[in-house]
């Protein structure tokens, strides 16, 4: 009975990646980027503020709109938040590397 | 974004579901309406029209709106009353509204309760991005 090799099957794991890419290869740099978020994260905010002083000032808009702007400026924030504090902990163990 | 559009959906649905309420809380509040604009007319109950939001003809809907308010054109009750201001001088009967109370507090249990769902669905949209926040939290 012949013995093939096992690794005849296989083929080499690398060739499913994505080959390394430059990072402006999308044309979006990461500080584009970030300054796109953080103004969409400041609409969502600026939308809240404003249906809230529409609803103090008695013009008829209804509460649930209200209550929604306000929930998805929280929600967008946590978001942000988070994503600062991973940027921040991926920081941190950079500079935590013993070279 | 994904999260905010099935926000959106839940929303429009309250909206719609508040104008419902505001129309059903006007055909009680013109329960007994005998006069409209100044001539001797029975108030006619209305009724909200739903129709999904659709931005593309084949898509799965973006929510709920309502596609028009309508009158219910069936006969009233006619009441015999000559001693009423505007019953009819020939025959002293009075129309009054179609509308009938207890037709117009289901609607509205309907229309409280639908809003209920709602809320409760956008409260687990809610959750659902405060999980997934929560993952990113170590």
Known sequence: ?99 | MGLFSSMRISGSALTAQRLRMDVIAGNIANADTTRVNGQRQAFQRQQVVFQPLQAAPNSSGEGLQVAAVVRDQSAGRQVYDPANADADPNTGMVAYPNVDTTTEMTDMLSASRAYEANVTVLNSIKQMAQRSIDLGRA
Do not use: C, W
Request: net charge negative; hydrophobic share 45%; glycine share 10%.
């Open chain 1, 1 to 99: 009975m012949p013995i093939s090799s096992i690794g005849g099957g296989l083929s080499p794991l690398t060739t499913g990646l994505p080959s390394a890419s430059p990072a402006k290869a999308a044309g979006a740099d990461f500080g584009s980027a970030l300054k796109d978020a953080v103004g969409a994260l400041d609409q969502l905010g600026k939308k809240a503020d404003a249906s809230s002083l529409a609803l103090a000032k008695g013009e008829p808009i209804d509460v649930h709109e209200v209550m929604l702007n306000t929930e998805q400026a929280s929600l967008g924030f946590s978001m942000a938040l988070q994503v600062r504090n991973k940027l921040v902990d991926a920081y941190q163990e950079v500079m935590r590397m013993s070279v």
